[in-house]
């Protein structure tokens, strides 16, 4: 194709156009001619692309000088000439670059590797270049091993070059923790991670130094630690234990405590018993003290060794369940049941001076309790003291007589007749005087009675549609003002004690109108149903609002009989409509309960 492309000039009528078009055409020669190679070497005369002889052949080289030039073949053939006579030597140059070595022990050098065997001339010809394609005959050749054409991974060879344990570990593909490498004797580690490891011993020598022992895993139950006594001959009362050393004033290791347990029976299966043991060392020897046995027990190493508690240092409490018993001199046995203590064979006897506080001491047959000061005692209702004359109980802060009689006895006063009590006071059912012929006179200004029952409750809020069409409604006392003894839940008031009770209610209604002829209003105890009002509700009514009081004075309740209150209106048109009526502050609808007798 042509390399350049000129303007034609037509015509010169228009100069401007002319003279730029020719000048256009000279600037496109000189680029081609500036593009072109110099026969002389006028610069520029160097190639900026390949070039391209389309087969043609480039005559009359001269013999090459610099490595740049292009070797001739009538060159090429009479070195292949002296290399088929064996009579060129081709030095190896390193990777570099640099100079190369004409033996092999030079290569060595320039390659900067060590000979593993015995030099050898190595011969073109001799080996006919069958080693061309076998490296393992070239390597034997130059004395190398495979290291030689291995290459490194990551970091090997900068391990090789500065052989630090940071560079080691960085050329390691699955190395595990960081810091120095380690050997055999005496390394350091620190927090290492072990696995399962295994040794002959772990010693932490250093200050503060302590053994800790970790077992991650999320389970309720855990093993953290494993201790393993693993002989070979297994035996009955095979033994395996754990020493607790402490320096003695003499700096020398002493054992102050062992921890043992042993193989009472190694018989594979149920069979296998076992037993814990603990020794400390008394006066310089070491001591078994105490044994936890498969059989359950927790007993000294030997008869009467330890005691439970001292004096100065006594327990707080021992818990003993229910059945257990103490034993004395694997005789006498202190047995607990139901309450009651029991000493077999002999007897529970109280027999230093001092007091016995709140506690009952039973006796196994006639025994004298002397100079003894019982604070508080309670005499069953049986003693068995009957005709005994006790001719001086000195201070009794509190009697308790449960039964019998007391005759001719001066409490609280010069005489029988003029007794003086302070305080009185009884527990369960008491009764003062004779039925049938005695007279009780109290000549006291006021007597009060503070946990005698009383209630009062009262209906606090107004409920609608509740009768009015015969519809029988139970009446409801959501709040108490009064209950002394919590007698009351409302509807149902539940007597406490066996007695004489006044009960009154005070009830009204609203919305009763002319057609309601009848109301009714019961009360229903426990075994019987008492009728406290019956009216003409529409005669009774007032603006539609009809307000009662009605109840009984007294009447005799058992202990927990129970009481509630029901109306009925009855003879309306309308159905249900009649109101049952409350107020916040107790002055609607209310009822009253008070023990009188």
Known sequence: MTKITLTEVGNLRNETTGVEAINDNFDTLVDAIENTLSRDGTSPNTMEASLDMNSNRILNLPEAVADTEPIRKGDFDDAIEDIQAGTLVLPLAIASGGTGGATAAAARTNLGVTA???????????????????????????????????????????????????????????????????????PTLVTPVLGAATGTSVVLTNAGNTARFVNSTDNASVQVARFEGDRATMADNDVAYNSYMLSNDLGTQSEFARHSWVAIDVNDGTSIDGRQTWSVAVAGVLTEVLQLRGSLNLVPASSGLLSLGTGSLPFSSIDLSSGSFIRFNNTDILTHSAGILTLNPGDLRVTTAGTNTASVVTVGGTQTLTNKTLTSPTIGTSPTAAGATWTNLGTVTTADINGGTLDGTIIGGASAAAGTFTTLTSTGNTTLGDAGADTIIMNAKSITKPNSCIVNAFNGTTITNVTGDGTSYQLLFGTESLDRGSDFSSPTFTSPVTGVYHISLNLVLLQVDALHTALSVTMVCTGKTYTLFSANAGALQVSGVVAITCGLGAVSLASSDTVTFSIVVSGGAAGKVVDYYGAADGTGSNCMFRLVG
């Open 116 to 186: 593993t065997g015995a030099d050898t001339t190595y011969n073109f010809r001799a080996n006919n270049l069958s080693d061309i394609a076998s490296a393992s005959t070239a390597r034997t050749n130059l004395g190398l091993t495979a290291l030689a054409t291995t290459t490194p991974g990551t970091n090997v060879a900068t391990f090789l070059t500065t052989p630090s344990s940071s560079n080691l570990a960085a050329a390691l593909t699955d190395e595990t923790g960081t810091g120095a490498a380690v050997f055999a004797n005496t």
